[in-house]
């Protein structure tokens, strides 16, 4: 009997409550960002080199708050803003600065992504290097992997999106935005072929764009004689302006800084039928036209008249033998 009353005194007996020991709650950035402050149950703390900040507390069985303050971060180049979180238990709060209900009963991460945004300064140079005035290209067309296609000014500076956040198998990390140029006009034409060049504005500041231009060199020739002539080369731009330079003393005429498309070169003062000729610039080239002159009229009139003159008395003989068979 004794024996019983000590079992069931030893089962009354209360034992102490397990013990739990301090919950933290790790916040970490994607970027990587020194400076961004959260604030867990009113309580703030700061990221710092290594992007994360980390919150103590006693284990509990209640509902907690986090909070991400992002008004002051980047910096005259950069700028960063909140974009989304992963980890936070409640998927209806992923994109809410504050989040409420977040346990404190074990160690866990929460992940603050951010989308960044950099100051880009664009420019254009020439195949050999020479920068190209804004004047000439004062704008281009720029098409980013997210599909969203912008006209940017050249030499002037633009703020683009560089950084996005990429949730992808319950993993929250960042992905640089990446742009490709699809045109850059010039008097009408495209200077470039779509697609072929690009840059990420979070890999570099200022951008540099190669639009390529190219010297027509203009000559003509009498169509018969061979000898020069005209004295302007007139040139019709792809956007239908027209250029007229006047031949020199080696008479030839030459357009500088071209882009590539399709022209039509006319030659004036030829003192007969103007001649007018479409081509391809591609590349610098040299066309010759050829000009029918006042004298080529001439001959030619002169050739043709002499023909008919000889048909003519060809058939009056043949008529003549017909009669005296």
Known sequence: MALLVITLGCWLVPTPAFAAGPVTVTVRTTPQLAGVRFAFDG???????????????EHDFGGHTLAVDDSELGSAGQKFNFARWAGQRDPDQAFRRTVQGLPLRADYTVTAAFTARFRVTLRCVDQDGKPVPRTLV???????????TQRLPV???VWLDGLRPVY????LTSRRVGYVLLSADAYGANTVDAGRQGFRPAEERTV???????????????????????????????DGSVRAVPFGTDRTAT???????????????????????????SRTQSVQVRVVSRADLALTAGVLATVALGLLLAGRRLRRGRGGV
Request: hydrophobic share 35%.
């Open 138 to 148: 004062p704008q281009v067309t720029v098409r980013s992997d997210t599909g969203r």
């Open 255 to 281: 357009l500088r800084g071209l882009p590539h498309g399709q022209y039509e070169v006319e030659v004036t003062g030829g003192n007969g039928l103007r001649a007018a000729q479409q081509i391809r610039l």
């Open 43 to 57: 309580r703030t703390a700061v990221t710092g080199a290594d992007g994360t900040a980390r919150f103590t507390g």
């Open 208 to 238: 540099t764009f190669t639009t390529p231009f190219h010297d027509l060199t203009v000559s003509a020739r009498d169509a018969v004689f061979g000898s020069a002539a005209g004295s302007t080369a007139q040139v019709t731009l792809p």
């Open 168 to 171: 992808r198998k319950s993993v």
């Open 155 to 157: 030499g002037r500076p």
